[in-house]
């Protein structure tokens, strides 16, 4: 668990938006679509298929 909010914090300030995202809490929470399972291997979160922030939905296709 402590990688996930780890990968999760880093995440957030690479796009500048720790402080709105950190702590967490469900005003701020914002989802994502995992394809393989990362508790198997940790490596498995690189492969993020979706994000939804604020309703909104980017998929990684679109913005390869």
Same mark, same amino acid.
């Given at each position: 668990?402590?990688?996930?909010?780890?990968?999760?914090?880093?995440?957030?300030?690479?796009?500048?938006?720790?402080?709105?995202?950190?702590?967490?809490?469900?005003?701020?929470?914002q989802?994502?679509?995992?394809?393989?399972?990362?508790?198997?291997?940790?490596?498995?979160? #690189?492969?993020? #298929?979706?994000?939804?922030?604020?309703?909104?939905?980017?998929?990684?296709?679109?913005?390869?």
């Amino acid at each position: 668990m402590e990688a996930l909010i780890s990968a999760t914090g880093i995440g957030a300030r690479t796009i500048g938006i720790e402080k709105l995202t950190l702590p967490f809490s469900q005003e701020n929470s914002q989802s994502c679509g995992i394809r393989c399972e990362p508790a198997r291997d940790i490596e498995n979160l #690189d492969r993020v #298929d979706v994000v939804i922030k604020n309703g909104r939905m980017f998929n990684q296709r679109r913005h390869d």
